[in-house]
């Protein structure tokens, strides 16, 4: 079992900026995938980003790309999504999730943390 628990997020005006953090516990952290995925109110929950256990592997959903980099720490257990020039678009409950693959499905991940509320104000 994993267990992720985000933070980070909170009301910003449009251009602003956040760091959103997803500290897991439990079983290996560096052998997971981890990802970004966010659900607007009255939308399917949809991919952000993710990241491999190495760092090495990246992906991005094309809204954010240039926005929104992710990265990992390895020795703190924590995936963190740093978010620039919000827009807002970007206004939604962000979670984490850990899996094996470099995944942009949310069926491939196996664990999930209980989300974060980024509200961006134009």
């Known amino acids: 079992q994993v267990q992720l628990v985000e933070s980070g997020g909170g009301l910003v005006q449009a251009g602003g900026s956040l760091r959103l953090s997803c500290a897991a516990s439990?079983?290996?952290?560096?052998?997971?995938?981890m990802g970004w995925f966010r659900q607007a109110p009255g939308k399917e929950r949809e991919f952000v980003a993710a990241i491999s256990w190495s760092g090495g592997r990246i992906k991005y959903a094309d809204s954010v790309k240039g926005r929104f980099p992710i990265s990992r720490d390895n020795a703190k257990n924590t995936v963190y999504l740093q978010m620039n020039s919000l827009k807002p678009e970007d206004t939604a409950v962000y979670y984490c999730?850990?899996?094996?693959?470099?995944?942009?499905?949310?069926?491939?991940?196996?664990?999930w943390g209980q989300g974060t509320q980024v509200t961006v104000s134009s």
């Open positions: 439990g079983r290996t952290f560096s052998a997971y995938v």
């Open positions: 999730g850990a899996g094996t693959l470099v995944s942009t499905r949310e069926s491939d991940y196996d664990y």
